[in-house]
């Protein structure tokens, strides 16, 4: 199995970023001096507002800046899931960690193969919780489960239809697009009641992907391979 992580795409990403942000903190201080200048010489209203306009610019610059810096460029949990597939999968399928693409946005992981395209959200969370159809619920202290305020199975939903619609886009319609969120920690316990999305632990995931992903052939080899391409590079 190949494991391929996007980096430059990321990095790129985050550049981008920071360059809107130090643009926009250009113009803040622009805006702002305007505003002084005016509120000096005219002692117009219309300082004030220019003086507003430029601290409002400023922190959104400063929010684009923050957001270049952070940009995560790896996905650590993700590792872990690779790791326990590529024990088992052949070299006709990849497994792409942290992708971000516009028009796509973010998503854990993406594993392409034979059976299609498998979207991952991860958790690396402990604790004992219940899914139940979409919901979660969590327990702590040995209480009674209460609704979690994490939401993987609608977030992997999201992921799913925005991915088909990528694909679908770049002429990969047929391309099937299924989901799992899969926890890593070892300090985890799951349960579920008909679950929307499958899910599993590191330590039941081939068991669970076999039973749904795993179940057939259904794309060429050339058609993994444009999607590997569509999604990766």
Do not use: H
């Amino acid at each position: 199995m190949q494991n391929l992580n996007p980096t430059r795409i990321v990095a790129r990403r985050g550049r981008d970023m920071m360059i809107i942000g130090a643009l926009l903190l250009m113009v803040a201080l622009v805006a702002g001096g305007c505003g002084l200048v005016v509120l000096l010489l005219l002692s117009s209203s219309l300082g004030w507002i220019l003086m507003l306009l430029g601290f409002i610019i400023l922190l959104a610059g400063t929010g684009f800046l923050v957001r270049g810096l952070t940009y995560r460029k790896e996905n650590l949990p993700a590792l872990a899931v690779a790791e326990v597939l590529a024990r088992e999968l052949d070299a006709s399928y990849t497994f792409i960690r942290n992708v971000s693409r516009r028009k796509l946005g973010y998503i854990d992981a993406v594993l392409v193969g034979p059976p299609g395209a498998l979207v991952f959200r991860i958790v690396d969370k402990p604790g004992i919780f219940l899914n139940e159809g979409s919901d979660w619920l969590e327990r702590k202290g040995g209480q009674t489960f209460v609704l979690s305020r994490m939401s993987p199975t609608r977030e992997c939903v999201t992921d799913v239809y925005a991915l088909r619609e990528y694909l679908a886009v770049r002429g990969l319609s047929s391309v099937p697009v299924f989901a799992v969120v899969v926890f890593t920690s070892p300090q985890v316990q799951l349960s579920a009641r008909q679950p929307v999305v499958p899910i599993a632990e590191l330590r039941t995931l081939m068991t669970v992907l076999r039973r749904d992903y795993l179940l057939e052939d259904r794309i060429d080899a050339k058609t993994v391979e444009a999607t590997v391409q569509a999604i990766y590079a």
